[in-house]
């Protein structure tokens, strides 16, 4: 069992977990991510490592609440425990050799993810940059953690209700064109997001990291679930990832295969919400 120390709400839909667990929180590395199980008859979730704490024991993850297995989770409270945490599991990031200076890339919820590759980077001493997309000002997340950890922080809106009015998308390419020479970067949020920032940063050869989210399953490679192609090979998120070369990424089967439960998700949605009247 795994006993919930912290939970903080980040916005309407978002919430912060912290949980103890010392052998997870000794090893964990930046990119890595967890699979839990609220209760014996719960499904596997996988969600990234938002951060860990190795002397207090302690991880923290972040999710959306949008499904049965959320719902349930978000049900509980400080001091209640959960069945499963797995991990840690996949492979931490890679980056370049030698890289300096290094632009993080978050949307939305994705930017719980994209939070430890800033943080990491930054304690290693390379030149941080943060945008963080968001639609407006109500759902912007990590804000004062992101400025703590990275160098220079510029937030995005949709709807200009805060920061930069318009998408990350704009926000890159104008950093680039102002002459930032970015050893790499590093894209995490929704899947067609990552495909455009790729698409912002191939015509300028930059190294480009995006973090996969496809159905997972088992997350040891044997189910075969996760499976994504990349340059023109399938490869396993689980296991080899969940950090590819978003260059060679075929987005769009990504982006089909992830649409395949969409009506069981959403039937599934209502029950945990009938359940919880």
């Known amino acids: 069992m795994f006993r919930i120390i912290r939970k903080k709400k980040l916005n309407a839909s978002v919430t912060l977990m912290e949980f103890d667990a010392p052998f997870i929180a000794a090893k964990v590395k930046a990119g890595q991510?967890?699979?839990f199980r609220v209760d014996e008859q719960g499904e596997r979730v996988p969600l990234t490592v938002a951060d860990s704490d190795p002397e207090r024991g302690t991880i923290t993850l972040i999710f959306q609440v949008v499904g049965q297995s959320t719902m349930k989770l978000n049900a509980l409270e400080e001091g209640d425990s959960i069945t499963d945490l797995a991990g840690p599991l996949g492979m931490p990031t890679k980056l370049p050799e030698q890289a300096k200076k290094i632009c993080i890339i978050g949307g939305g919820v994705g930017c719980a993810i994209a939070y430890p590759q800033a943080k990491s980077c930054f304690l290693q001493g390379m030149e941080t940059d943060v945008i963080a997309g968001f639609r407006s000002k109500e759902i912007v997340i990590l804000e004062e953690e992101f400025r703590k950890n990275c160098h220079e922080l510029i937030i995005c809106t949709d709807d200009g209700s805060y920061g930069k009015k318009g998408f990350v998308t704009d926000a890159l390419k104008e950093r680039i064109e102002q002459g930032n020479q970015y050893d790499a970067v590093?894209?995490?949020?929704?899947?067609?997001?990552?495909?455009?920032?790729c698409e912002v940063t191939k015509p300028y050869a930059i190294p480009t990291i995006v973090s996969l989210n496809?159905?997972?399953?088992?997350?040891?490679?044997?189910?075969?679930c996760c499976r994504v192609t990349v340059g023109g090979k399938i490869r396993y998120a689980c296991v080899e990832g969940p950090d590819f070369d978003g260059h060679q990424v075929d987005f769009n089967?990504?982006?089909?295969r992830n649409g395949t439960f969409h009506q069981r998700e959403a039937e599934c949605r209502l029950l945990a919400q009938a359940d919880q009247l």
């Not at 159905?215 to 075969?224: A, F, L, R």
Request: charged share 10%; proline share 10%; aromatic share 6%.
């Open 33 to 35: 991510f967890v699979i």
């Open 186 to 197: 590093i894209a995490i949020g929704p899947v067609p997001m990552m495909k455009f920032v």
């Open 214 to 224: 496809p159905i997972m399953v088992d997350g040891t490679g044997m189910c075969g």
């Open 253 to 256: 089967e990504l982006m089909h």
